[in-house]
């Protein structure tokens, strides 16, 4: 079955560490998003892509960093400089156009990072 | 800059009951809406998505409408059940692939 999937479903980070959290799609969708979900505040826009080799800062994009070396993949490197990481974070695709009308965005199961 | 506000943040209703969640958004110049659901500790499933030139989309239970002149989108869930209990999230697109704007998002429950 097509969808997102996002690994590891928890991680645990340690003080000065950098950690990469996976996300890998096989809906052939060109454009992918990271969000993060902190309780009480929904989902706020870390950084996004809509196509290889390109991507885009969102609302809270300090501190983070990704990649986007093939369509198939978003990963999302989570670096010391960002000092409250605990939250939940939520991958994303999607493609505006399919016989001319928007498809619904698809959501991977998240991955829930923690601090040591 | 678009901002999405869902009014209530949390509801409580007995099994059976119909209920309205409601969603606005401060620019009416987007380019779809789309409704999703959240179980606790996953991911978002998408329940309806309507198209800028929509007035409404329904999938079972469920029917949302739009009326961007206003601003406004509902959620309309017709005989609750306990299963339906959940985060229900609204999120509007301004164009193309460009990101969802989310709400904060209504946590109901519905009490057997």
């Known amino acids: 079955d097509g969808g997102i999937t996002q690994s590891p479903k928890y991680l645990f980070r340690k003080e000065g560490q950098n950690v990469t959290l996976s996300c890998e799609q096989n809906?052939?969708?060109?454009?992918m998003y990271w969000y993060r979900q902190d309780p009480g505040q929904g989902l706020r826009l870390i950084y996004y892509?809509?196509?290889?080799?390109?991507?885009q800062k969102g609302d809270i994009a300090e501190g983070y960093s990704v990649s986007r070396e093939k369509k198939e993949s978003f990963p999302l490197t989570v670096t010391s400089a960002q000092k409250n990481p605990t939250a939940f974070y939520l991958c994303?695709?999607?493609?505006?156009?399919?016989?001319?009308?928007?498809?619904?965005?698809?959501f991977g199961d998240g991955t829930r990072l923690s601090i040591l | 800059k678009q901002e999405v506000t869902q009014i209530p943040a949390a509801l409580s209703v007995p099994e059976g009951e119909n209920l309205v969640l409601n969603c606005s958004f401060t620019?009416?110049?987007?380019?779809?809406l789309q409704w999703f659901r959240q179980d606790p500790g996953k991911g978002l499933t998408s329940l309806l998505l309507?198209?800028?030139?929509?007035r409404e989309q329904t999938s079972g239970r469920l029917n949302a409408s739009l009326d961007k002149s206003s601003g406004r989108s509902t959620l309309y869930i017709a005989a609750s059940q306990p299963g339906d209990s959940a985060t229900y999230l609204c999120?509007?697109?301004?164009?193309?692939?460009?990101?969802?704007?989310f709400g904060k998002g209504t946590r109901l429950s519905v009490i057997a």
């Open positions: 994303a695709s999607g493609s505006s156009w399919d016989r001319g009308l928007n498809q619904p965005q698809h």
């Open positions: 809906l052939n969708h060109d454009a």
């Open positions: 892509s809509q196509i290889v080799n390109d991507f």
């Open positions: 620019d009416s110049a987007i380019y779809n």
């Open positions: 309507i198209q800028s030139s929509q």
């Open positions: 999120a509007v697109v301004v164009s193309g692939n460009t990101p969802l704007v």
